[in-house]
């Protein structure tokens, strides 16, 4: 039995199922090198009013290819309503998404679309080379999860940047304080926990 990610769940399944003896490989990937991760402290109903900040900074000096991850599908369908009344052109990716989703993906690839807006749908197995930012609108519910999402920037040794949104709610601040190690700039009220 094989599984890319493998959770307690998963586990279970296999004590139930497997009746011999079984070897656990964990392979544990490393953010990638030139990965910078950056965390702001932004309560809930600020989040919206931050986002636009970050794009205007973004793309006052570069172009840039923005993935904006949000934990449902609601969330990201509000996302893309709100950012083309503002003016952003922006295109949806996630399970209930009507159309061909090769299409949305070589729109995206291609540069037509600066930005997407996805679930986690798009965090693992989709490959776009050349993300610039990857943006946590949302933080991930797991570390895995967080791995994935931030993984679509910073590849075949590029440079990238993940932004995360992070408050009180965030379940998984532990974890991300672990994960960042000194490598990336934490809030002071992340810090403070």
């Not at 776009?128 to 933080?139: A, F, K, L, Q």
């Not at 791995?147 to 920037?153: A, K």
Request: glycine content about 6%; charged content about 25%; some cysteine.
């Amino acid at each position: 039995m094989f599984s890319a990610t493998y959770n307690k769940k998963v586990d279970g399944l296999v004590e139930k199922f497997l009746k011999i003896d079984h070897v656990k490989l964990t392979i544990t990937r490393a953010l990638p090198a030139k990965l910078s991760q950056k965390f702001y402290w932004v309560e809930e109903n600020d989040k919206y009013g931050k986002l636009l900040g970050v794009l205007n900074k973004l793309f006052k000096i570069e172009t840039s290819k923005i993935i904006i991850f949000a934990n449902n599908k609601s969330t990201c369908n509000n996302l893309k309503t709100q950012l083309e009344n503002d003016n952003y052109n922006c295109l949806l990716f996630h399970a209930d998404v009507s159309g061909s989703r090769d299409h949305i993906l070589d729109d995206f690839k291609s540069g037509k679309i600066q930005i997407l807006i996805a679930s986690d749908a798009l965090a693992r197995g989709i490959d776009v080379e050349d993300v610039t930012h990857v943006i946590n609108y949302d933080t991930p519910e797991a570390q895995q999860n967080y791995r994935h999402r931030v993984g679509r920037t910073a590849r075949m040794g590029r440079k990238g940047t993940s932004i995360t949104f992070v408050n009180d709610l965030t379940k998984i601040i532990v974890d991300l304080y672990d994960l960042v190690d000194g490598q990336g700039d934490l809030p002071q009220e992340m810090i403070a926990l």
